[in-house]
């Protein structure tokens, strides 16, 4: 029982890693990426290709690719997010998804239909672990990613508490008019925060690709964990989110101590149920309770 | 009102078109010479998409179909040219669909060959048993196939026109057994099905089974495909000292499964880890690195079958090394499959007399006994009518011998189902 309870919030660290990039994405840019899946897959790609090549560790390779997909972000951010936000709040949406059948099937032309892992790549640390007395196994690679999960989390939210470019983008998120009269160009702002998204989305898929494999079609399987742990801690708060995804994750874990099926449903009801109460502390119109999901002071 | 009217229009000239069909398809006789010598078959396989790894192989095995038909197909001394149009399902069993009865109507085809999962094969069996087509298929369990397009038990089989060779519950069985009591265990098997088709199929009809062959089955029940953590489960198997496994999940649920099963130190527990429908193809098993050392596995075909291809006439080691020597990428099951699946197909056309009549190739297929790539096809003797029960053949994925060109060997273990097929090696236990 407490090794599932242990279990359950390694998993809700990993959950909320993957979710970081999307969490951020919506809370200052307003949209929901829905080619976030593909983009963590296509990174997952580019580090398994560098750490291959050279024979290098994916952690290394990882420090290597960084820079790249900041400036994929700087790039899409200028070219396909911008237009399309211009043009009403669906379109982001239709693009973004767009771009993810796009990423996948380029994907699928370049490295075929195999399915790779990095675990391989990081020998014993795939699956090496702890015993800790009363049953309790923390797994190295778990353990490392929610350590991950937390420094990065945490990193970003300071960073936008703390620094002027944190302070630029929270200000552009709230108002980009009115920032542009204090002197904010909030292209820029924009651009910066989608080279920083990318870049916690690279690491995220380097890390599903350490835990579990991937392949080109892969993206959209672990959307919908993401999105239900930034729904679950309140979207636009970066500590929200990793707290959601570690109360999805011990949910499920619960779950299943109940029945196998119950795994999924678990997580599923936690996050009805809070979707739920949310939309009933907003005062029940749909409307406000959109403003509550966008709720974006730190 | 307009929309009535045309409504009607379109019912008419549907009538006139349907009645039309039926009158080109029935008499052949008053067909010209010249265009009654070209066949048209339909091949529809997974290329791309999830399922893609399916159908890898399967451009290699088409080309040297090609080649042996490059002049032409002989039908009792008429030699017919063969026109195989082959279409991308993309994964999609709607898109799988929508292809057949594009190639059966707007191409006409005369005959259709169609392989690899259910995803790919139902919807396309449906279309041409609609349409009055007939078409083979393979690699998907028999059992999903029948009962799963609405066949009763005790019923006669209300398939006219489709037929399926391919593997069931009942040689999973008789493998399984066989490749069991080649080490000794506590005889205890901690199984993980899913909640899916497979799951719950393989769930009703093995475990019964298993259980009057002797074996303890440990069953934590149906887990949902996606799960993505299975502390509860490996507890029990742990609990229970199971020392023999076995798994039926989508191939990305055991990559996830089997490393946490190693984190909380199940696999050390483990004598025979047996999986089926993930671990058919090498490049998910190098995905788990050392893990994946002594996995045993179920093969629908392997390079060391003794079984030349009918129609090319290729024996099945060359098949395999022929792809290695044109892709660079390491053999697989699939390509004996896929090329068995074209075996029995043109033996059956051969056999018609008139591969340009309907009826008489869906008569050809029920007669149809033929020896392919994977062994013996035969339709006259199956538990019903359009099934052939196809062989599984018990094999484990070893460290491949120093200096091999790829890190994972697959070898054959015991061969309960086909005793033609030579066993490679003894069954090495797991840790």
């Known amino acids: ?245 570690i109360v999805l994750g011990v949910a499920q874990n619960l779950g299943s101590q109940i029945s196998p099926q119950g795994f999924l449903i678990g997580g599923h009801l936690v996050f009805f149920a809070v979707l739920a109460a949310r939309f009933f502390i907003a005062g029940r119109s749909p409307g406000s309770l959109v403003r509550s999901l966008r709720r974006t002071s730190p | 009102m307009p929309n009535t009217s045309s409504r009607r229009e379109f019912v008419k000239r549907a009538s006139a078109v349907a009645g039309g ?84 109507n707007s191409q006409g085809i005369d005959f259709m060959l169609v392989t690899s999962t259910p995803e790919v094969v139902n919807p396309v069996s449906d279309a041409c048993e609609a349409a009055g087509v007939p078409c083979l298929s393979t690699v998907m369990p028999w059992e999903a196939w029948y009962f799963g397009r609405g066949a009763k038990p005790g019923a006669p089989s209300p398939f006219k026109w489709t037929y399926h060779f391919s593997f069931g519950v009942k040689n999973f069985f008789d493998c399984y057994v066989s490749q069991w009591h080649e080490l000794s265990t506590n005889k205890k098997v901690g199984v993980l099905y899913p909640n899916d088709a497979d799951g719950n199929a393989i769930r009703e009809h093995l475990i019964p089974d298993l259980q009057k062959a002797g074996f303890t089955v440990v069953d934590p029940g149906g887990y949902e495909d996606g799960t993505t953590d299975y502390s509860a489960q490996i507890a029990k198997y742990k609990s229970e000292n199971c020392q023999i496994f076995n798994t039926f999940p989508i191939p990305p649920d055991f990559a996830t499964f089997w490393r946490q099963a190693a984190q909380q130190g199940y696999t050390k527990m483990v004598k025979i880890a047996q999986i089926a429908k993930t671990g058919l193809f090498p490049d998910t098993m190098e995905a788990l690195g050392s893990l994946a050392y002594n996995l045993a596995s179920a093969c629908y075909w392997h390079r060391n079958f003794p079984y030349p291809s009918s129609l090319t006439g290729i024996s099945s080691r060359e098949l395999a090394d022929g792809y290695e020597r044109t892709t660079g990428k390491q053999w697989n099951q699939q390509i004996g499959a896929t090329m068995s ?23 050809a297929l029920s007669r149809l006994k033929t020896t392919t790539a994977v062994g013996v096809v035969d339709f006259t003797s199956g538990p019903f009518p359009n099934v052939s029960p196809a062989s599984i053949i018990g094999s484990q994925w070893v460290k491949a011998a120093p200096g091999s060109k790829h890190p994972l060997d697959l070898v054959i273990t015991e061969h309960a189902n086909d005793a033609k097929v030579p066993i490679g090696a003894k069954l090495r236990p797991f840790s």
């Open chain 2, 341 to 363: 699946l074209f075996d029995a197909g043109f033996q059956a056309l051969k056999n018609s007399g008139a591969p340009k009549t309907k009826a008489a190739v869906a008569k």
């Open chain 1, 1 to 245: 029982m407490v090794n599932e309870l242990v279990q359950g919030i390694l998993l809700g660290c990993y959950y909320a890693l993957i979710a970081c990039g999307l969490s951020f994405t919506f809370g200052v840019l307003r949209i929901i990426n829905l080619a976030h899946g593909s983009i963590a897959v296509l990174g997952a790609f580019v580090v398994w290709t560098i750490a291959e090549q050279w024979n290098i560790s994916p952690f290394l390779a990882l420090v290597a690719v960084a820079p790249f997909m900041a400036a994929a972000g700087w790039v899409l951010q200028r070219t396909v997010l911008e237009r399309s936000l211009r043009s009403g709040a669906l379109t982001p949406l239709l693009s973004t998804f767009g771009l993810a059948i796009v990423i996948d099937n380029l994907l699928f032309s370049k490295f075929g239909a195999d399915t790779r892992s990095m675990a391989p790549n990081i020998g014993d640390l795939a699956f090496a672990s702890w015993n800790l007395p009363g049953g309790v196994t923390i797994g190295q690679l778990a353990l490392l990613t929610a350590i991950v999960a937390v420094a990065l989390l945490g990193g970003l939210q300071l960073f936008l508490a703390r620094t002027p470019l944190g302070r630029a983008i929270r200000a552009t998120a709230e108002d980009p008019d009115t920032a542009e009269l204090v002197g904010i160009d909030s292209r820029k702002v924009y651009a910066a925060a989608t080279a920083i998204s990318m870049v916690t989305v690279a690491i995220a898929g380097t890390f599903l690709a350490l835990r579990a494999t991937f392949d080109p079609y892969a993206g959209s399987a672990q959307l919908i964990f993401a999105f239900e742990a930034i729904v679950i801690g309140g979207t636009g708060s970066l500590w929200g989110t990793l707290i959601g995804g």
């Open chain 2, 21 to 104: 069909a039926a009158l080109v398809g029935a008499p052949a006789f008053w067909e010209t010479a010249g265009a009654a010598e070209a066949i048209k078959v339909g091949f529809i396989s997974p290329l791309t998409g999830p399922l893609g790894s399916f159908g890898e192989s399967d451009p290699y095995v088409l080309s040297l179909v090609r080649k042996a038909l490059a002049k032409g197909l002989n039908v009792g001394g008429t030699t017919y040219s063969v026109t195989i149009l082959d279409r991308d399902s993309q994964s999609d069993p709607a898109r799988a669909g929508q292809l057949a009865k594009e190639l059966i």
